[in-house]
T-cell receptor, first 115, second 113 residues
Framework: DAMVIQNPRYQVTQFGKPVTLSCSQT?????MYWYQQKSSQAPKLLFH???????NEADTPDNFQSRRPNTSFCFLDIRSPGLGDAAMYLC??????????????FGPGTRLTVL | AQSVSQHNHHVILSEAASLELGCNYS??????LFWYVQYPGQHLQLLLK??????LVKGIKGFEAEFIKSKFSFNLRKPSVQWSDTAEYFC???????????FGAGTTVTVRA
């Protein structure tokens, strides 16, 4: 059963044309993450939500935004995609409560192509 | 902030050979340790994890890892690899109850039939 779902799996956009990637989860986890992964590199954390609290990584460009309307859904908005933003975008979720941690579960990713 | 080092960028071996991938981290406190695998064209999957207890952890598909606190290491092993183990392997570390998971650069493992 799918636990972290990402749509679409493949997204093609034009240079400068806004794009939104979607992530949903059935785990009821309170933390949701967005990572960018380029070919043969480790995933790079862009930001995360702890419940409704948004936490941006210091080196995440302003071009990247996120929304979490409810526990289950989280969106990644790229306002003006550049060629350098072509990558795999991974969503992950995690249960974090009372100082106890759990595993991060990753979705299948959305591969973004920028023309 | 913690950092994670994976010793090998690319490992090539034959089927039935033994595999060991090194992982070292820099953080002096309590850590949670993970190995993830990414098969070609697929998403990251958890191989195994260590939170506490027995430092020798067994995961899926015959993999195991040993946490050696004094060496800040969490090396991954498999006694006999198969062609289907061809994948990218990522070590990841989470310090205490920190939200952030720090990944190593990854090791590409190619198993030749």
């Amino acid at each position: 059963d799918a636990m972290v779902i990402q749509n679409p799996r493949y997204q093609v956009t034009q240079f400068g044309k806004p794009v939104t990637l979607s992530c949903s989860q059935t785990l009821n986890h309170n933390v949701m993450y967005w990572y960018q992964q380029k070919s043969s590199q480790a995933p790079k954390l862009l930001f995360h939500y702890y419940d409704k609290d948004f936490n941006n990584e210091a080196d995440t460009p302003d071009n990247f935004q996120s929304r979490r309307p409810n526990t289950s859904f989280c969106f990644l908005d790229i306002r003006s995609p550049g060629l350098g933003d072509a990558a795999m975008y991974l969503c992950a979720t995690r249960r974090l409560a009372g100082g106890n941690t759990d595993t991060q579960y990753f979705g299948p990713g959305t591969r973004l192509t920028v023309l | 902030a913690q950092s994670v080092s994976q010793h090998n960028h690319h490992v090539i071996l034959s089927e039935a050979a033994s595999l060991e991938l090194g992982c070292n981290y820099s953080y002096g406190g309590t850590v949670n340790l993970f190995w993830y695998v990414q098969y070609p064209g697929q998403h990251l999957q958890l191989l195994l994890k260590y939170f506490s207890g027995d430092p020798l952890v067994k995961g899926i598909k015959g993999f195991e890892a040993e946490f050696i606190k004094s060496k800040f290491s969490f090396n991954l092993r498999k006694p006999s690899v198969q062609w289907s183990d061809t994948a990218e392997y990522f070590c990841a570390v989470n310090a205490g109850n920190d939200y952030k998971l720090s990944f190593g650069a990854g090791t590409t493992v190619t198993v030749r039939a």
